[in-house]
Structures are given as structure tokens and as C-alpha cells.
């Protein structure tokens, strides 16, 4: 005798005379101990729209997400119930007509032909994790199935198959099951897709449309041919639907802003769901941006980006490296937006903004750029050169670093700290006590800060406290400078010249490289955004020839053009903003001077190198290049007592080698002063 007729049969006769013990079936039903319904589903980060930006794998490594009824495609519900369980919205949990139906079609076949299960019992298959093939799995199914029926509405029992379900290899429910296989929310199904996913988990072999598609197509076909049969498609619709291509693979589940939702995961380790303000469209282009980037800049280099709205704070993309879990020479796991480093010269606008708004300059001006020295302390500009008198607009331009410091050594350090506090930005500080080195990157901050700060300046002066969680209330920022004095400092920066091929005058930045090389930046902002963009090696090793401007700021230009569009018009100036010629401005505005202080003007000149007493190695026919530090332009270089330059205005000076053995070479500034080395050449 053939064995699931025997059961079927039974099965049936066992419910029909069941229907004169109700009372003891009540009873039986009543007792039932359910198992526990709740399956543990992926934590999940979101964009400010609901996209989701980032799962991750359940703790048994399944993807399983957790899903309502309003979540899913109206046309595959309808689907799915008509196609398992027809009476799923009538019924009590066991349909009788069907086990009638399953018992009598197994007698007149010898086999079964189709089963009898309810959504509700095979509810209780998965919650159990039992069988279906025993005698005594299948009663247990009964039986908890008429219980869930009890204690539950039919709209929690489909959603916890909605949960469940098997959809092929380590996906389980319809939320995930839809991402998986299509990479798209259970919303917005095709009826081919519907019909493939109705179909899937009824059987091993056609979860797995990818390793068996005939076999996958023939039950996504059948689906669609019950769906006409019942009117729920049209049969025109049906057959364009069968054409439709399967599936190849399962596709990668969201992992954008992956370092970010490690960071907020962290801060809310229970949370099922992080809500972020972040845009889905505008983080995957900065993240296919940041690896071009690295790729463009070479092995080892990563990226690291910061957009944020600018009047609200809120951060609407941020990549933390160029590759989060790929080459490990990137170094990828690393987020490098809230990585402490120096940041070059992006400060040196904040000094400028103060230094406007105590009346100590104007954009127009004169400032001295020459050799001075605070103390012990002598900054020198970038490549060694000295402007003269020069316009404070050109000075912070052209980034030069004498001019900063003194405005900085005027303000004083703990002004400037203090500023960058204001604005909601944290700074770690060698030793604790700020100096003028700061002016220069002389202490630590991350991309994430630098981009606060610039916030401020960008949104006239008082800045929004960046956030990327919606639960994070939204927090402007204390006062760094005023509307004037920031509208000034990004009308300057509006006008540095851009990188090859962008347009000029549409942004406000700035540009920064690190002691060394080690960091590149470029930080700027339009009308509406500010885009901070870092690239190096996340160890902090040097890279040669790296500078800001050629490295990183190409980047920034690239990445609002990603972003939108067209570029926001800057803000008009303030009404009370001074705009005027430099012969026009009072006349304390019109030159800068030190207003007390221990700032001097550089003594003699020093030669730098060659030291004295130095052994100097010199290819036959090559010059000896000597470095000058102080002292005050034109120079003069004496050889064993004969001129061998004059009227040198640089800091590099080339001369014919004297001959081997010892020499002395004496170095004479504009003022008289001197310095005098003796070296061997070899």
C-alpha cells in the first residue's frame, strides 16, 4: 500500500470525526505550547528616504529582514495566496476541503499529487523547524497551526511566513528574498518575479534559479498559469512574463557607508533599525568616486569624503576609505573621516575670518611677507620664497605661511582653539597648549571636523552641528566669525584659480598637504554644500610629489559635479560688508604692523646646508647647491674668499665648485649680515 495515501486518508477521517469531540479538540488546541515566534532579522541602516544603505547577516549568517505585509507587493500576496492556500482568509488554520482533496487524489493516483498544507501550517513548519513527511510532524503542524489561528490575527500569521520562508541559500523571508535575487524592495516586483518568488520556497531544487533554471522557470511558469486560470493576470500579461530572464546569482546585499554604520552601530548596539540623513544616491556616487580616485592616485593611496548640506548640518554622504573590505595595501577597514591627522593649511581661513573681524586686516590689505622669527620660532613659506609687500586677498590665496602667522601671533593661539571649538570641531593639540605652529597644521583633527569648521564659514559664520542619525537633534553651532568677515574669507577663496577643466568663480575652497606629504585635502562649498575630500596613506607614510591642490582638489571638483547638477551660487555679501579699494580703507585697515608681541625680524643668515665641518660628495662637472635660512634678499656667496654669486634673490643658489678639498663659503645678506661654513669637497 502506498504510504502518503495511507496518511492523507487518515488524516481526513481523523478531522471528520473530529468534528463530534469538539469539546476535547477545543481543549487540545487551547494546551498547545507555541513555539517562539519571533526569528531574529538583520539590523538595518537607512537613508534619510527609507532606501536601505546597509544589512547585516543575522547570527546563524542568514540575511533575513525583517518585513510587514504593507512592505510587499499587493499582486504577490495575491499570488502567493492563491496559489498555496486559497482560503487562506476563511479558513482556521487547516483547510478540510483541501486535505479531502490532497487524501482523494492520492487514492485514485497512488501517489500524492498535491498537499494539503495551509500558509498557517506551514507557519508552523518554520517556527518549529519540523518535518512534514511523519504521521506525527503533520498532526503536530495541525495542531499548532489551529492554536497560532487562536491567539494571532491572519495579517501577523502571513507576516511571519513573509519572515520565514526559505528563498534559496542563506535568504529566508520575502524582504530579503526580493534584495537577494532582484536588488530592489518586495514593493516593486514585476508578476514574473512575484510568480518566482511564490514559487521558490516550495522546493530545494527551485531555490537556486541560478545552479537549476529549467527547473526554476517550469514552477515560476506553472505560477503564472494558475494566476490566469484564477483571474488574477491576464493571459497576455502571463505569457510576456514568461519570457522574462531569471536571475544569475544573488546579488550583494546593500553595504554602502559601511564604516559609517559601523560607527552608529556601535553608539546603539540594540537598535534594530538606524535611521540616517544620508542620501542612497548621493553616498553610492561619492563611493564610486573615492575608488577611481585611489585607483587614479596609485597602490596604497584611499580616499575619504564628507558631504554635507550646509544650513542643516545634515551629512548626506561619508566614505570612509576608497575600499572598505577590499586590497589590503588601502588599508580600507580604516575611516578616514574621523582618522586624527595634520591638516596642512585649511585652517589659515579661520585665522584670516578672525583677523577681519578684530580689525586687525582686509581683504585688500598690505601685509609683509618676509623673513621674521617669534622667539625660536622662523616659518618659512612652502618653497622657501619671499613676496614682499603683498595684498592679505593674495596672501591667503597663494596659502603663504608667514603672512598667517602673524595674523595668528597677533589674534593669539588659544583665540583661533577656541574658534574651531565654537564651531563644534574637536582638536588634539601636542602638549595641550597651542602655539603658532597650529596656523600651519601644527595639531590634529579629522575630515569630519574640518568639514564642520568650513560649515561655519559657508553658512556665515555660525555653523550647524553636522549629524548623520535622524534621532540626533539638530544643533547650530557658537559663533565663529561674523557674516561679514566669512562672506570675505570665501569671496577670496572663490577666486583661487581651479583645477584643469572646472569652472572657475562657483566654489569657495581650499586646498592643504600635511608635513611630509602625508595628507593631501581639499575642502570647499557652493551655495547649498560643503564637500571635504582627504587622500593618502592611512598609515601615514609619506607620499612623494602628493600636494592638495593637484591631488585632491581635481577630486572635490569632480565630486559636486556628481552630486547635482550645477553648482549653487555663492551668498551675496552682507549689507554692511566693506568693499573697497586698499586706498579707500582707513588708514589702521590699509598695513598690517604687529601690535606688540615678541615677533622680530629675522638676524643673520644662516647656510643651511652644507653645515659646517660637512664631507660634501659632488658629481665631476655638477654645481653645489647651497640652502639659505633668514637673513633678508639680495644674497651674495663668497668662495674661499672670491665672489661666486650676487643680487641672488632666492633661497637655493647654485655655484661652480671651488675645487676638492676644504673651502669656505661665506653668505651675505642685503643688511651686511653673514654666515660662514668650511666644508670638505670630495
Known sequence: MIRPARWLFGLALALGLGAGLRAGVDDWIDATRLPPAFSETSVEMHD???????????????????????????????MLVRYEDKRFWQHAGVDPLALLRAAGQAVLHGRAVSGGSTLTMQVARLLEDGSTGRWAGKLRQIRVALALERRMDKASILQLYLTNAPYGGNVEGIRAAAYGWFGKPPRRLTPAQAALLVALPQSPETRRPDRHPEAARAARDAVLARMVDAGVLSEVVAQVEQRAPLPDGLRAFPRLAAHLGDTLRAEAPGAPLIATVLESRAQAAMEDLARAAARRAGARIS??????????????????????????????????????????????????????????AHPETIIHDGP????????????????????????????????????????????????????????????????????????????RDLVQVYAALA??????????????????????????????????????APPPGAPAGVLAYKTGTSYG??????????????????????????????????????????????????????????????????????????????????????????????????????????????????????????????????????????????????????????????????????
Open 517 to 682: 606629504h602625508r595628507d593631501a585635502w581639499a575642502i570647499g562649498y557652493d551655495g547649498a554644500h560643503v564637500i571635504g575630500v582627504w587622500m593618502g596613506r592611512p598609515n601615514g607614510t609619506p607620499v612623494p610629489g602628493a600636494f592638495g591642490g593637484s591631488l585632491a582638489a581635481p577630486v572635490l571638483f569632480e565630486a559636486f559635479g556628481r552630486l547635482k547638477p550645477a553648482f549653487d551660487r555663492l551668498p551675496p555679501p552682507p549689507p554692511s560688508t566693506l568693499i573697497v579699494s586698499g586706498a579707500d580703507l582707513p588708514m589702521p585697515l590699509r598695513r598690517f604692523e604687529a601690535r606688540g608681541g615678541d615677533m622680530a625680524e629675522a638676524s643673520a643668515p644662516e647656510l643651511a646646508f652644507p653645515p659646517d665641518g660637512a664631507r660634501v660628495l659632488v658629481e665631476p662637472g655638477a654645481p653645489l647647491t647651497l640652502r639659505l635660512r633668514g637673513g633678508t634678499e639680495p644674497f651674495s656667496v663668497l668662495a674661499n674668499g672670491a665672489p661666486v654669486a650676487r643680487g641672488v634673490r632666492a633661497r637655493e643658489i647654485d655655484i661652480g665648485v671651488p675645487g676638492p678639498g676644504f673651502s669656505t663659503l661665506v653668505v651675505i645678506d642685503g643688511a651686511g649680515r653673514s654666515d660662514r661654513v668650511t666644508i670638505r669637497l670630495d
Open 459 to 496: 553658512n556665515g559664520g555660525t555653523g550647524p552641528v553636522l549629524r548623520e542619525a535622524q534621532a540626533a537633534p539638530r544643533v547650530m553651532g557658537g559663533r565663529v566669525t561674523s557674516p561679514e568677515a566669512a562672506w570675505q574669507v570665501g569671496n577670496i577663496l572663490a577666486g583661487l
Open 48 to 78: 534619510r528616504a527609507g532606501v536601505p544603505l546597509r544589512v547585516w547577516q543575522v547570527g546563524d549568517g542568514l540575511w533575513r529582514m525583517a518585513v510587514r505585509v504593507a512592505d510587499v507587493d499587493p499582486e504577490f500576496i495575491a
Open 303 to 360: 580616499t575619504a569624503i564628507v558631504v554635507a548640506d550646509r544650513a542643516t548640518g545634515d551629512v548626506i554622504a561619508s566614505v570612509g576609505s576608497a575600499d572598505y573590505a577590499g586590497s589590503p595595501g588601502r588599508e580600507g577597514y580604516v575611516d578616514m573621516t574621523r582618522a586624527i591627522r595634520s591638516p596642512g593649511s585649511l585652517l589659515k581661513p579661520v585665522i584670516y575670518g578672525l583677523a577681519f573681524d578684530q580689525g586687525l
Open 372 to 447: 621674521v622669527r617669534f622667539g625660536q620660532y622662523a616659518p618659512q613659506n612652502f618653497d622657501g620664497q619671499f613676496r614682499g609687500d603683498i595684498r592679505v586677498r593674495e596672501a591667503l590665496q597663494q596659502s603663504l605661511n608667514i603672512p598667517v602667522v602673524k595674523l595668528a601671533e597677533a589674534l593669539g593661539p588659544a583665540r583661533v582653539v577656541a574658534a574651531l571649538h565654537r564651531a563644534g570641531a574637536q582638536v588634539r593639540i601636542p602638549g595641550g597648549r597651542p602655539g603658532l605652529a597650529i596656523s600651519l597644521g601644527g595639531l590634529g583633527m579629522s575630515l
